[in-house]
């Protein structure tokens, strides 16, 4: 379903990229050296062993790990999806 016409909520999510694209392009001369040097330096710190930047790395390099939902309860039964009540079955 299409949003509603008028609707700016995509263009609000995208207020820290282009935050992010502006300073990168104050940084250097061109983007590509902006990000080279940003990779350079989580690198650099991947080799200190700071663990955020190794998980970042990970996840760059490989992907984020697909996350697991356990939907049972505490007695081990299977989740059961029940209808929610209307005011004409209460």
């Known amino acids: 379903m299409a949003a509603a016409k008028g609707n700016n ?3 609000k999510s995208k207020q820290w990229t282009m935050a ?3 300073a990168l392009e104050q940084r250097s001369k061109t983007r590509a050296q902006a990000m080279d040097e940003l990779a350079a330096k989580l690198l650099s ?3 200190e062993g700071d663990l955020s ?3 970042e790395l ?3 390099l490989e992907g984020k ?3 697991q939902i356990d939907l049972g309860n505490a007695n081990n039964e299977p989740f059961k ?3 929610a009540a209307t005011d004409e079955s209460l």
């Open 53 to 55: 930047a190794l998980r």
């Open 20 to 22: 992010i694209e502006r």
């Open 58 to 60: 990970g996840d760059r």
């Open 9 to 11: 909520y995509a263009g």
């Open 65 to 67: 790990p697909s996350q």
């Open 45 to 47: 710190l991947c080799d």
């Open 81 to 83: 999806i029940i209808a």
